[in-house]
């Protein structure tokens, strides 16, 4: 499990009066629910493309933190989860396993519990594989005797040794079971609490375990998949880095490492926790977005421009581990999930994975956190537990189809977004409404790297004195502000959609979704996630109707701030004739 560094810029404010409007619908005035009615077109017959893999319900399968059966992986989320989810979902997209090669080896003397421990992490590698599933492995945990220091957190003093371990555990999984398996080395590196290395340390792992990873390649002539550096923000590196200067990020040096040493790089990934939907949007120094610098590197250092790019670690957080918006009220971060979803499709991300399976709870490390889409009791000698309201996203996901129609807007809209799919003769249409929070802050953080340094100074000193919070009031004038008028400009925007972020979270949206070129008779299954269901509740359909189309069908619906709607449009089965009744079967007597 990690805890994350966030973008500082992007934590400062909490918008708390429209955080605390989500919880007072009865104050909303019913003109904003009339505020212009959003339609969204879908034509039936128009060509689809295949659906990108990022919708695939898709996670790190860590939780709980401690198991009293030694066996078991303690990070790891409880067999039973797993087997929920593997009964309703499935493990079809990519899965993330910490693979900790610390605990692995503090079994060396009892082989019997050691074998176990293997087996066990194994039997969930397989899971994933066996279903059409990837498994990112991401391996971690230096062991006794190995590192620099007795910890974990090391970095390996012997590395021959080490990357003769490793190559073991390899051969084992990706050459001799053929599982399907991306490795990841090492999980947020640029954290005192996850490594206590230096960048050329951290490098030098990496080395190792792609040596490793080119030497089983060629005797058993196959690919396997490695990538990294999992870093807890895009832009950071072992030691402290800015937005400011992102050449020098550990994704930069990891890019120009494997150039200079003929390595692999398969894969790159890092981690995004935050409250903004729109974090991949973010503007760099060079005024390009994140992903296309990234692969501006890539290109330049003879890479695959193409390299798949993975957010491995993400989720609601505005920076705290306990959070009612991922319990008591998580419809919040249930909207957040499809909305982020649909963000980083639009950036460039290619693969994603949701932290976590399970809650963290009194683990040995004392660390408490409710990122799981399943809860548990610790208190329990048994399994006590069960799914969030989170859960049912997962669920909805999970029914959308193979191909993708392109939907028409009738206007923008920052907060609510249509996801249409075909699913063989079904349309599967997922409709949400999160209303993104921490507004002023995050449209300054997305912009900052292409502000000069005076603006820069003038609109962080506005953050940092709570001075922001004025102007969204207007108790400050705006065309007062002693600045330039590219920063007035930014803070123009940022009123703007804080207004409407205030107005709408407490408000439901009208929309209309219009399907064209639609015939014949279906059912149609409407699944609501909102308020009324923050916390837990069954995945059924909340409405059931039929109806006949010809050319065109509409459907509208009150969208409810912080809620996720999916349409299941399914053809109506055509009524069969009677079976014939046994007098009519019967053979005429021929006597």
Avoid at 14 to 38: K, M, P, R, T, Y
Avoid at 208 to 237: C, D, R, T
Avoid at 286 to 307: C, E, Q
Avoid at 367 to 378: E, L, M, P
Wanted: hydrophobic fraction near 40%; include cysteine; glycine fraction near 6%.
């Amino acid at each position: 499990m990690t805890k994350t560094k966030t973008n500082s810029f992007a934590l400062f404010i909490i918008c708390a009066s429209a955080l605390f409007s989500v919880f007072c619908f009865g104050a909303c005035n019913l003109s904003f629910a009339q505020d212009g009615e959003l339609t969204f077109t879908v034509d039936v017959n128009s060509p689809t493309v295949p659906t990108p893999k990022i919708f695939k319900p898709s996670l790190d399968l860590s939780g709980r933190g401690f198991h009293r059966d030694m066996v078991w992986p303690q990070n790891l989320a409880a067999q039973e989860v797993l087997d929920t989810w593997q009964k309703d979902i499935g493990f079809s997209g990519i899965y993330r396993v910490q693979y900790n090669l610390w605990e692995i080896y503090q079994l060396a003397k009892n082989k019997g519990a050691q074998d176990k421990l293997v087996a066990n992490y194994e039997s969930v590698i397989k899971r994933v594989s066996d279903s059409g599933g990837v498994v990112i492995l991401n391996i971690f945990g230096t062991p006794a005797g190995l590192g620099k220091a007795l910890d974990k957190k090391s970095p390996p003093v012997n590395l021959k040794a080490f990357k003769e371990l490793v190559k073991n555990h390899i051969r084992h999984l990706s050459c001799d079971k053929r599982y399907n398996i991306w490795y990841e080395v090492w999980s947020a590196p640029d954290l005192d609490d996850f490594f206590l290395g230096r960048k050329q340390e951290y490098l030098n792992l990496y080395r190792a375990i792609a040596e490793a990873i080119l030497e089983l390649e060629s005797e058993y002539k196959i690919h396997i998949p490695l990538g990294g550096p999992s870093v807890s923000v895009w832009f950071q590196n072992v030691e402290p880095n800015t937005v400011l200067t992102p050449e020098r990020s550990l994704i930069y040096e990891l890019i120009r490492f494997c150039y200079h040493y003929h390595l692999p790089i398969d894969f790159i990934s890092w981690h995004n926790f935050s409250v903004e939907s729109q974090m991949e949007k973010e503007v760099t120094v060079y005024k390009k977005s994140v992903v296309s610098l990234i692969r501006d590197w890539l290109s330049y250092f003879k890479f695959d421009r193409n390299t798949p790019f993975v957010i491995d670690e993400w989720n609601y957080d505005r920076g705290l581990n306990i959070l009612p918006e991922r319990r008591e009220h998580a419809n919040i971060a249930a909207s957040y999930i499809p909305s982020r979803i649909n963000d980083m499709r639009g950036a460039g991300i290619d693969y994603q994975t949701y932290f976590s399976l399970e809650d963290f709870q009194n683990n040995k490390e004392g660390i408490i956190r409710n990122t799981g889409v399943f809860w548990f009791d610790s208190d329990s000698s048994g399994y006590k537990g069960g799914a969030k309201s989170i859960y049912n996203v997962f669920k909805m996901l999970g029914q959308l189809g193979n191909n993708m129609y392109t939907v028409s807007a009738g206007q923008k809209d920052e907060f609510v977004g249509v996801i249409a799919t075909a699913r063989d003769k079904d349309t599967v249409i997922l409709v949400y409404n999160y209303v993104y929070q921490n507004i002023p802050a995050g449209i300054i953080s997305q912009n900052i790297a292409v502000t000069n340094v005076a603006e820069r100074k003038f609109l962080l000193d506005l953050v940092k004195s709570g001075k922001i919070d004025k102007l969204m009031a207007q108790d400050v004038d705006l065309s007062g502000l002693k600045t330039t008028k590219g920063a007035k400009s930014l803070l123009k925007r940022a009123k703007e959609l804080n207004d409407k972020a205030i107005k709408f979270s407490s408000c439901p949206r009208n929309v209309k979704i219009t399907l064209k070129n639609i015939n014949g008779d279906y059912i149609l299954r409407r699944y609501a996630l909102d308020a009324a269901c923050a916390a837990s509740c069954a995945f059924e359909a909340a409405e059931e109707k039929s109806f006949s189309a010809s050319g065109t069908y509409e459907e509208s619906l009150s969208v409810n701030p912080y809620s996720i709607y999916l349409l299941v449009l399914t053809v109506k089965p055509k009524d069969e004739p009677p079976a014939p009744s046994a007098e009519n079967n019967a053979q005429p007597n021929k006597n």
